[in-house]
Structures are given as C-alpha cells and as structure tokens.
Nanobody
Framework: QVQLVESGGGSVQTGGSLKLSCAVSGISMSHRCMGWFRQAPGEGREGVAGMDGGGTATYADSVKGRFTVSRDNEKKILYLQMNALKPDDTAVYYC??????????????????WGQGTQVSVSS
C-alpha cells in the first residue's frame, strides 16, 4: 500500500522559511518523478516542484530561486525547502508520486499517489 505523509507546514511571516518533508512507503522513490503541488482556497491544484528519476529538478516559475526540492532515496523522504515566502504561497501543499521517470510539466493527471497535505500560511 502506497503512503505519502507530509509534514513541516506552519505559519510564517513574509520572507520566512519552511522545510516540508514527505515520507514515502510502499513504493520505491528511485527512477520515478516525485513532485510537490499546492492548492489555495478556491483554486486548482498546481505543480510547484518536482525531481525526476535521475535527480533533475523542475520548478514552477513562481517559485524559481526561492524553493528547492531534494530527495533521499534511501530514507525515502522528499523535501521542499521554501525560502523568501510570500502571502501568495499560502496553500495546502501535497507531495505526489508519478508512474514514470520524467516530471514533464508537473501535470496532476500523471501523478498516481498523493499525501494528505500540509497547510502553509504566510502573513504579510
């Protein structure tokens, strides 16, 4: 049974930092894309960052230079370091695993398993 469990969310002020973690069980993280997504109230779910099976990262334009995705395949943990946070970053953040090596454009349709989400709130 595949399980993804996010942690590390919280409330910070503009300019602050948070590091999200996603503990993965039931599947191997190796050779597959793992991604981070977010969903703000009233909005659709959008891709934030991903790392493909070879370790290449991809980011949404809105977070480039501020967020860093990383993974520890042995510990089976996916991370998202978020710096210089803005109120627009406020959302529920989800990690997800895809069925393939590439992350493509972080389209939600290609991600098969999802965590329950962790709330990130950024105040001005």
């Amino acid at each position: 049974q595949v399980q993804l469990v996010e942690s590390g969310g919280g409330s910070v002020q503009t300019g602050g930092s948070l590091k999200l973690s996603c503990a993965v069980s039931g599947i191997s993280m190796s050779h597959r894309c793992m991604g981070w997504f977010r969903q703000a109230p009233g909005e659709g779910r959008e891709g934030v960052a991903g790392m493909d099976g070879g370790g290449t990262a991809t980011y949404a334009d809105s977070v480039k230079g501020r967020f860093t995705v990383s993974r520890d395949n042995e510990k089976k943990i996916l991370y998202l370091q978020m710096n210089a946070l803005k109120p627009d970053d406020t959302a529920v953040y989800y990690c997800a695993s895809s069925g393939g090596y590439s992350c493509g454009t972080l389209n939600v349709r290609f991600f098969l398993s999802w965590g329950q989400g962790t709330q990130v709130s950024v105040s001005s």
